[in-house]
């Protein structure tokens, strides 16, 4: 497949549109497993914060937080170059400023409830990321 090369940028971006997707999914269902930690261990489901243990799986779920966020630095910088700027401003408000919270509340929390809150959160931040299509569509 041939891409004109001034369209080059919309294969980029829809690239880390699927991928960034599939972060926040994980990052969402880490945290589900948090959350039911305790049943999953009852039943012998060998989920990653039963294998790892919580702790470890806070800290895997926080790194790919880390990069999604990278990620989505990536986005902005080619997004800066085609002078998008309300899509900029959109998925620093929308997204990059509630994974942030996403990732202090990680860091920091310990309980089931708190983990439902966070699962939550990631959900809103997914469909926050596909709304901001739209955003980019005004923005052409």
Known sequence: VIVMPDMQWVSQIFLAYALFAFLITLISEI???????EGDRTFGVRTLPVVAGERTARFIASGII?????????????????NFMMMIMYVIITVQLPALFV??????SSSVKEYGSIGAL????ILAGLLSMEV???SI
């Open 66 to 82: 880390v990069l999604a966020i990278l990620l989505l630095v990536y986005c902005q910088v080619i997004l800066g170059r085609l």
């Open 122 to 125: 990631c959900r809103i931040i």
């Open 103 to 108: 990732l202090v509340r990680l860091l920091f």
């Open 136 to 138: 980019l569509y005004i």
């Open 31 to 37: 945290v589900r497993d948090l959350g039911d930690m």
